[in-house]
Each structure stands twice: as C-alpha cells, then as structure tokens.
C-alpha cells in the first residue's frame, strides 16, 4: 500500500468542498488530476471513500473513518514543514470561526492580545452563525469556534468560555414609558426584526422571550446586525440583541433599552471537534482564550 499527502489532501479538500471541481480550484489542480487522486487512493484502500449518486459525492462511512486521521497527518506535515521556521512551538495555521457577534466585538481584541503575548501571527477567522460554524467544525474546516447556541453533536466539546447580557432595543419613539422595569408580557403583540435560523441570538429570543409570549409577529429576518439595529431604528420593530451590539446606538440615543425585571444572560462557548488533531498552537490559543475570558468577566 502507498496512499500519499496528495492523495489524502485531494480527498480532504473534496469532503471540505463538495465536488470534485470545487476541490480542483482549491488546490489549484485540473478535474481530472482530482478524480485520478480520489481513483488510487480508494484503490490502494480497497475502499470506496465516497458514495456516487447523480453525479454527487456523498461520503459514506468508509470515508469518515478515514477523513479524522487524514486530517490528523496533513496537519502534523505541515507541523514538520514549519517545525524549525522559529523558536516558538507555535508554528503552523490556527482556523478560527466565530458567530458574528462574537467574531464583531470579541474576536479580534482577542486575537490581537495573543499575538501581542506570542508572536505568533499565522490565524485565519471565518465569520458565519452558530450553526454553520459548528458545521465547519465537523468538516475540519476550522481547528476550533466561538458561538452562542447550544450544541447537540456529540463529536464537539464545549467549554463554557464567557457571558453575555442579551437586551430588548426598540426605536426611542416606541419604547413604553415606565417609572420601573416591566414584565416579558408587556411585550405581547409586538413586532420583532430576528436573525436567520441557525443564529445562536434567534434561538435565544424563541427560547428566553417568545415562549414567554402569547402573540408576536415577525416583521423581518436578516442575516446582518447591522441591518437589524438599522431597522429597528427606523421603526420598524423590536429586536433581542447582545448588549455589545447595541451599546453605540444606545449611547447616542438612536436606540432604547426597554427596562425589564428578567435579566437576561446567555453563555458564550468554546467549542472543537474532538476528533481532529490538537496541535501545538491550538492547545496554546485554547489556553490564553479562557485566561483571556476570567480577566473580562
């Protein structure tokens, strides 16, 4: 038996990516260069890595027996390439992903203080929801994420990382007057601006506030932040937000916080797949990212 790196790249990059002519653009190879690579490397497993249907390649079991140990030996390769590059042992690429409110308000100062203690300056960061991110993690896209959401997925572990206080914002013009804080229920037969399904802050507001309601009506559901903070601006309803979002357009009054007696708190996560290689660099970034986390909480 002789399966190569290439062989093994070819076949990581065609599950990451989907297609045979996603994963040739990738590694910048032609179609028939990839298909050849996938045609040995299953011939010299005695395995079909892949299941052919409609002209699709869907990975069967075979192929997730084998992606985790790929992905494990093309990781330390490129940990041998850069053993000797310097005298930190945190050489090599470290992929990030993030939800956007995590990826907008916490990330890069993070990011930016480990590289200020290490040197080390070789991350990459992806932006997407809670889900998708956990979905790059199943597909060692990333080495490790940062979401709000819960996880189900057995193959990731979550590590409780920090908290964050989720607000009610509604455009100062509509916000009900109070000499105190109100109960959830007078927010009955509102309209709301919410995140796309996947988002760990729409999953929040249909948990911890529209199952305390009777009524409520979605006005609108953007994928952006910054578009849901505009619409309710403008007037158009009130949103369930991370108070980091909101605290720029609260502080020069174009949004209103709506005082209520729940507070309300949400967990932020660390999360990994627990089948993918731990290298150097990703236990020393997982290490200074909770140390990071007790000194803000």
Not at 177 to 200: C, F, I, N
């Amino acid at each position: 038996m002789n399966v190569t790196f290439r062989q093994l790249k070819v076949f990581v990059s065609i599950t990451q990516e989907g297609s045979i002519t996603a994963a040739a653009e990738k590694l910048f190879l032609t179609k028939s260069a990839i298909s050849m690579a996938l045609a040995e490397l299953e011939r010299q497993l005695g395995r079909k890595m892949f299941d052919r249907a409609n002209k699709q390649l869907i990975l069967n079991e075979q192929g997730r027996r084998l992606l985790p140990l790929a992905d494990e030996l093309l990781d330390r390769s490129e940990a041998i390439t850069q053993l000797f590059e310097g005298d930190d042992a945190t050489n090599g690429n470290l992929r990030i992903g993030s939800s956007y409110t995590i990826g907008n308000h916490l990330l890069p100062t993070l990011l930016g203080d480990f590289r200020e203690n290490t040197g080390y300056l070789h991350q990459s960061m992806s932006l997407s929801n809670s889900t998708k991110t956990c979905r790059m993690l199943l597909d060692f896209e990333l080495d490790l994420g940062f979401i709000e959401a819960k996880v189900s997925d057995k193959r990731l572990k979550v590590e409780p990382w920090m908290t964050d206080e989720m607000v009610v914002v509604c455009a100062p013009s509509q916000c009900p007057s109070a000499d105190e804080p109100l109960d959830l229920e007078t927010l009955e037969r509102k309209s709301w601006v919410l995140r796309e399904p996947g988002s760990g802050t729409r999953e929040y507001f249909l948990t911890e506030v529209a199952a305390n309601l009777e009524e409520w009506t979605e006005a609108f559901e953007l994928n952006s932040t910054t578009a849901i903070v505009n619409s309710v601006i403008a007037g158009l309803g009130l949103t369930v937000l991370s108070r980091r979002s909101v605290s720029a357009a609260v502080q020069d009054g174009r949004l209103s916080i709506v005082p209520l007696k729940r507070k309300m708190i949400r967990q932020f996560s660390l999360v990994y797949n627990t089948e993918k290689y731990q290298s150097p660099v990703f236990k020393s970034f997982r290490e200074f990212a909770h140390n990071w986390a007790l000194g803000r909480e």
